[in-house]
């Protein structure tokens, strides 16, 4: 945990009656799995749940080539300030052909193949419940993973508790957890356009690209591709940060296979690969809980 604790402030009346909703969802909970990714919303959610020095918190990663290798690696270290048990066990969505083949649903089927194993340790080893790190933004996009989630009965306490990203960044950079400021994560299997499959060479040029850029700039990035062009997605006000950098970004993308490399002029946004989908179709693949369109 950081030491950069926020000093004598406490969180706002609204923040804390969310915090307090959140540790009254997880009060009869004893015994429970947490799918862990290491991640702002999973972290915070770890940090309070053992809060609770008498109940039992197993923490699960999914290891699997869509998620980047450095954040594999970190989930490890993040666990261990805390009292609860850690277990890596192998995600090979890849294998599923509605996730290899990259239909629009392709998060719903990870999610059922995902947590199922996580429903099945819960089942063999006593736990009371699988819990996730969903928040109420999520419902703001196309997140058919949510529909996933729902039937097989997995738990989602920050959403339960109203409580936004902005939130859990707010609670976290309270409890001095290291993440507060952690840049929003991804499947990388979400950089490839819907109905291109989805390849272990293609994610692990994904996962380089991304960590050289990580080395570059501030904040969240995103590189999308498409066919070879890659469409490198930064928050605007850092875009002329990257163009310095331009020339060597464009001779590491070109070492992994690109032939040309651009910036999306939009800047970076959650799920712009669901730009193309109609709404008719979000409303057809997506969660019951989704709002409408």
Known sequence: MDDAKTEGRGPSPELADKLDLLETRLAPLRKVVLAFSGGVDSTLLLAVL???PNRKVLAVTARSPTHPQKEQEGARRLVRPFSAEHREIIGDEIDLDGFRTNPPDRCYHCKKHLFSK???IREQEGYEA???GSNVDDLTDFRPGLRALKELGVLSPLKEAGLS???IRALSQEMGLE???KPSLACLASRIPYGTEITQEALTRIDRCE???HERVQGSVRVRIHGNLARIEVAPAVIPELVVHGEAVARFFK???FAYVTIDLEGY???SMNEVLQPSEKKALGSEEAPQE
Do not use: I, Y
């Open 118 to 120: 996580f429903e099945e």
């Open 50 to 52: 053992c809060r609770d």
């Open 269 to 271: 946004r959650t799920g």
């Open 211 to 213: 960590s050289f850029l």
């Open 255 to 257: 070492q992994q296979g």
């Open 165 to 167: 990203k902005a939130d």
């Open 130 to 132: 699988v819990l996730d």
């Open 179 to 181: 993440t507060w400021d």
